[in-house]
């Protein structure tokens, strides 16, 4: 069995790590580096049977993302602290929400760019606070900054001075380009407070733009690791609430990403085998590209299908704008290669 | 990949794959003494990679890759193969390794003692730490140094020493020429050549030992010494550290134990005698 196989079957919980020979490790533990959840593989087989090196770089693992947590969401804080006195609130997304919201997805996720939506009345004062606050462009070429903000969901990033670390103001979940606008104002204002204090989108939106953010705006890098949140935080919140399913729909249907929403669930069935109410439970034959694309891991953690990769590459500008805009925009950049 | 070797160095464990037999070949060369454990899973992945398939033979030259990388990061080429694995081993270590604090510097040991050397390329720390393990010291790593955040003890990393230019005939001239790797003319960082450190520093490679001496090296300039205040010692170990940050409270804490139980020192020295000199000094000092 492939690497990435065993990777999926043993973060399903299908596997049993006793049986894996001591080479099978270096593959699982590649692929998994590679999708940047070794330490959510770690949290997953704690207290599992496993060889000692594997055992104490796994500890090593959840310690690092511990602290990396904590890190992040002092950046979360840091964010608050300069947003708040000028009267901005905003939505944590992504990894930082599920680390604040404490949900299970959190254990062993890296997190990367801290993420906040704002509404996009205030996204100049957010911009202008930020940078009061220490916080610096990272891109200073002026079509990037341009195509940014024309047509992108969200500021060009920035990052703090002092601690290094990159933030990405969002005021909505897709760029303005994109066929499918969804309705950002719902976002904001339905958005709930989490156990940390910090506000993070109610549990429908949150999957919704979990889907959205692997399934109609990348180009499926990090794929894994994208449907394995939702996977997790659409079975805790379907655990919680028996009329989650039905919610999610309306939610979805409403942004309009019903299509993005779904395929992410018939894969998290897929993949990870995640049960699904009817009206979810089909087959859909496309899936199968998305599936292909997610397992184009090899054993030394490269990406085996430079085409397919290629072609989902292409697929996410497709979608990310019009054509005559994604003709200029390539023309543009590969003038400027 | 299509050559595959794997190297135990300390606690680190590299799977290191290879689109050409020339890099992994010069490894198992130099690497050929060291502890061999099959059955371990890696705790690291290397690759060394063609970006095309036809650059494998056609002005061939080598991509770092693995765990990590490094966007942008340019290739060398096959002649530099070795160079290119050493510099991705590094690679993988600096960016991935959480279980110790790692210290950029190089750290030699006597009596279970460790002396600690840390210093920009140039300063000579590779050089020392090289002369050093060649009489009654054990060389503990000419790149890296780890400190148990737990503990404080200093472990080893000692990988192939790397010499550079006029280092290279200096050590040459007191080993034995099968202990010295194939000589990398004209690099990015200037002529290289590997030392296999002596046999006990590899069989003593996972033991620990006390930070006894923190030095600070610098090449060139009338032999001095200068204390070092904790403070300073500390900034600049934080500068000399690749996971200090990503370590948090417990790279805090580790580091600012060791500068304040180890004796700090900035030293100049005009030549590797008069350095070595030094250390030797100090050392009787620290060591008391």
């Known amino acids: 069995m492939s690497a990435i196989a065993t990777f999926i079957d043993l973060l399903a919980g299908r596997g049993d790590p006793a049986t894996l020979a ?45 602290v990396a947590q904590a890190q992040a ?23 930082a929400a599920y680390a604040a919201a404490g949900m299970s997805c ?37 079509y990037d900054d341009h195509y940014y903000r024309a047509h992108m969901h969200e500021l060009p990033p920035m990052i703090h001075s002092g601690r290094d670390r990159m933030i990405d103001v969002h005021h909505t979940i897709l760029p303005k380009t994109h066929r499918i606008t969804p309705d950002a104002l719902a976002l904001v204002s339905d958005a709930v407070t989490s156990g940390g204090g910090f ?21 499926l890098q990090g794929g894994l690791r994208n449907l394995w949140d939702f996977h997790l935080m659409t079975r805790d919140f379907a655990a919680a609430d028996a009329g989650f399913w039905g919610q999610l729909d309306g939610r979805a249907d409403m942004h309009g990403l019903q299509g993005a929403v779904h395929r992410a669930a018939r894969l998290s069935r897929d993949l ?18 998305f599936r292909r694309r997610l397992l184009a891991r090899d054993d030394w953690g490269r990406v085996k299908q430079p085409l397919l990769e290629q072609a989902f590459y292409i697929r996410s500008h497709w979608l990310r704008m019009p054509p005559a805009m994604l003709a200029k925009h390539l023309w543009t950049k590969w003038r400027k290669r | 990949m299509r050559h595959c070797v794997r190297i135990a160095v300390g606690p680190v464990q590299f799977r290191i794959g290879s689109d ?41 030259s080598v991509h770092i890759g693995g765990d990590f990388v490094v966007p942008g990061a340019l290739p060398l080429p096959l002649s530099m193969g070795l160079l290119a694995a050493e510099m991705a081993m590094n690679l993988q270590v600096a960016l991935g390794w959480r279980r110790h604090l790692l210290l950029h510097a190089s750290a030699v040991a006597r009596d279970g003692r460790a002396l600690i050397m ?68 004209g690099t990015p960082k200037g002529d290289i050549r590997h030392l296999i450190p002596r046999a006990d520093a590899v069989v ?85």
Request: aromatic share 8%; glycine share 10%; hydrophobic share 50%.
């Open chain 1, 199 to 219: 506000a993070v989108l109610q549990s429908a939106d949150m999957a919704v733009h979990c889907a959205a953010h692997m399934l109609a705006d990348g180009d």
């Open chain 1, 272 to 289: 990870y085998g995640a049960a699904l109410p009817g009206g979810w439970d089909r087959q859909e034959p496309a899936d199968a590209w």
């Open chain 2, 20 to 60: 050409w037999a020339g890099p992994v070949a010069a490894l198992e060369h130099l690497y050929a003494a060291y502890p061999r454990d099959d059955a371990r899973p890696a705790d690291a992945t290397v690759r060394l990679f063609a970006a095309r398939p036809w650059r494998r033979w056609l002005r061939p």
């Open chain 2, 118 to 185: 840390s210093g920009e390329s140039g300063s000579g720390k590779s050089t020392l730490a090289a002369l050093l393990g060649e009489g009654d010291w054990r060389l503990m790593g000419d790149e890296f140094t780890l400190v148990d955040p737990a503990g404080g003890d200093a472990f080893a990393f000692p990988r192939a020493v790397s010499l550079k230019n006029e280092a290279i005939a200096e050590v040459a001239a007191r080993v034995d020429p099968a202990r010295l790797g194939p000589l990398l003319a």
């Open chain 1, 22 to 66: 001591p080479r099978d490790w270096d593959g699982v533990i590649g692929v998994a580096r590679s999708e940047a959840m070794l330490a959510t593989l770690a949290h997953r087989l704690k207290g599992a049977a496993l060889p000692p090196a594997v055992a104490t770089l796994f500890a090593d693992q959840r310690a690092a993302a511990e």
């Open chain 1, 73 to 95: 969401l002092w950046e979360a804080e840091m964010a608050r602290r300069a947003l708040a006195p000028v009267g901005i609130e905003f939505v944590l997304l992504k990894g």
């Open chain 2, 204 to 288: 003593a490679m996972h033991a620990p030992a006390r930070p006894a001496l923190l030095l600070f090296p610098r090449f060139g300039g009338a032999a001095g010494i200068e204390p070092m205040g904790e403070g300073e010692a500390f900034v600049r170990l934080t500068e000399a550290s690749t996971n200090y940050v990503a370590l948090g409270e417990a790279g805090f804490a580790a580091l600012t134990r060791l500068v304040r139980e180890t004796p700090a020192f900035g030293i100049t020295y005009p030549d590797s005698a008069a350095g070595i000199a030094l250390v030797e000094a100090l050392w009787a000092e620290a060591a008391r």
């Open chain 1, 106 to 142: 959190a254990a062993g996720r890296q997190i990367g760019d801290l993420d906040i939506l704002v509404l996009a009345t205030d996204i100049r004062r957010a911009e202008n606070a930020l940078l009061k606050a220490g916080w610096e462009w990272v891109k200073s070429d002026p």
